[in-house]
């Protein structure tokens, strides 16, 4: 079946800093991808996602590429901010399976 | 404000009993999605519904169990509580069956299940 393997955490970054976070996939077929973010006490939400090879997604500063080759759609940031601090989730969705999500990788953004 | 609302937000229950939880869906959403957040670990799919209908189950035992009413509002109801259960059950909605097959998903903030 479909999984995504993501960057385990924590992940602890200063101001202004560059992010990346890992993550990879296994999926039959032609998968979309998707980023969705957790902030503290509130419920998950898409940040980003890309439909098809090659598509960069983009939202709030964050970007994520489709990387097909690789299998791959890393998720990144060039300068993060305290209100980032958040639970990443790396998911996708393909063939006859539904969202399948990563474990998370939880962010802290220090000033 | 995603518009999914979901309750309640905490409850304790302990190993034997039976739980309901509840799901009010956003406004003009006919699909209903659950999920098993347990802790440290990504949203595991439960079950999906489509205008009243199960469309999909993930790899979760019989004893949990849901159903989606005419306004399109949701419950997941979970018999033999054990103590694995324990987890924040979230429930997402999508504008229709199509939207949701491509993870276009609106999460509510969960329901956190404590089971001693």
């Known amino acids: 079946g479909n999984s995504v393997t993501q960057m385990e955490g924590p992940v602890t970054l200063s101001e202004e800093a560059f992010l990346t976070i890992n993550c990879t996939y296994t999926?039959?077929?032609?998968?979309?991808l998707f980023w969705y973010v957790q902030y503290p006490g509130e419920g998950l939400q898409l940040l980003l996602k890309?439909?098809?090879?090659?598509d960069k997604g983009s939202n709030k500063g964050f970007e994520a590429t489709y990387r097909k080759e690789t299998t791959s759609f890393h998720l990144e940031k060039g300068s993060v901010q305290v209100s980032d601090s958040a639970v990443y989730f790396c998911?996708?969705?393909?063939?006859?399976?539904?969202?399948?999500f990563g474990k998370g990788t939880k962010l802290t953004v220090n000033p | 404000e995603t518009g999914v609302t979901q309750s309640p937000t905490h409850l304790i229950k302990t190993r034997g009993q039976q739980v309901t939880l509840r799901c009010s869906s956003q406004?003009?959403?006919?699909?209903v999605s659950w999920y098993q957040q347990a802790l440290g670990q990504g949203p595991q799919f439960i079950f999906q519904?489509?205008?009243?209908?199960?469309?999909g189950r993930g790899n979760f035992p019989p004893r949990f169990s849901g159903l989606q009413f005419p306004n399109y509002s949701s419950e997941l109801n979970v018999n033999a509580l054990e103590l694995d259960d324990s987890a924040l059950y979230l429930c997402?909605?999508?504008?229709?069956?199509?939207?949701?097959?491509?993870?276009?998903?609106?999460f509510g903030e969960g329901s956190r299940l404590t089971v001693l």
């Open positions: 406004s003009g959403h006919n699909t």
């Open positions: 519904y489509y205008r009243e209908e199960e469309n």
């Open positions: 997402a909605s999508s504008f229709d069956l199509s939207r949701a097959l491509t993870g276009e998903l609106f």
């Open positions: 890309a439909t098809k090879a090659d």
């Open positions: 998911a996708l969705v393909g063939g006859s399976e539904k969202l399948v």
């Open positions: 999926a039959t077929g032609y998968p979309s």
